[in-house]
């Protein structure tokens, strides 16, 4: 599916907020109305085939790219109920609970240093889910915000912008990778891309919530 953007046309968009581990609730949401769609019109129906444009931040984000990155069908890769599961089983170890008195005397001595979390798991986990997918490839428009911490400059990344320059088309996967980088929490997220031509553009990202915790707010600044 293809956003139509002419003007006049309505378009249909969900926005979906950042929050870490509360990503479990608008994927059970999700869930629940994909579930409905399936019994309107089958067991084929996914949340992507009725948004012209899904927008999402930090686990938004996550979320986001889920419901929209294709298989080798050209259809969603996983179900809206596949949400839930991934929280509930891969949350423990994302953010792993330190030793309490450890944590007790680290704040004690003021001698915190770096994120809380490597982040080394969550990584793999999303590199494992998203494989080499690009950000073009979605099969819907969608919009996830990081910010760049080199540049201080949010940077948006879209489906349509990835479908006109290659320097805005990176694996889906450095997308979340960046968006869900929350500070303090997630170490930030260094990568590049290239064109055909050599060139090469590079980001710097730390969390979307930086920029837009409710992607929302995109819509006043994005010209759809």
């Known amino acids: ?43 084929d129906a996914r949340i992507a085939d009725y948004f012209d444009v899904i927008a999402g931040t930090s686990t938004g984000g996550l979320v986001t790219s889920m419901l929209t990155a294709p298989d080798k069908n050209n259809r969603p890769l996983y179900a809206a109920k596949d949400l839930t599961s991934f929280y509930t089983e891969h949350a423990p170890k994302i953010f792993p609970q330190r030793n309490h008195f450890l944590s007790s005397a680290v704040n004690l001595f003021g001698k915190v240093m770096g994120p809380k979390y490597d982040g080394k798991y ?48 990176p694996k889906l996967a450095d997308v979340c990778i960046s968006t ?27 969390d979307g919530g930086v920029a837009a915790n409710n992607p929302t707010t995109l819509f006043n600044i994005i010209q759809l």
């Open 180 to 206: 869900s980088a929350a500070p303090t929490f997630l170490p930030g997220h260094a990568f590049e891309t290239m064109d055909s031509n050599g060139n090469v553009r590079k980001f710097d990202m730390v």
């Open 122 to 169: 969550l990584r793999r986990l999303i590199k494992d889910l998203l494989g080499d997918i690009r950000l073009k490839q979605t099969l819907t428009q969608i919009i996830i915000p990081a910010f760049d911490i080199k540049l201080l400059q949010p940077v948006i990344f879209t489906t349509i912008d990835a479908k006109w320059d290659e320097l805005k088309n």
């Open 1 to 43: 599916m293809g956003a139509d953007f002419r003007k006049g046309k309505k378009i249909t968009i969900l926005s979906i907020d950042g929050g870490g581990i509360r990503g479990i609730i608008p994927g059970t949401l999700l869930a629940f109305l994909e579930s409905k769609l399936q019994e309107l019109d089958g067991p």
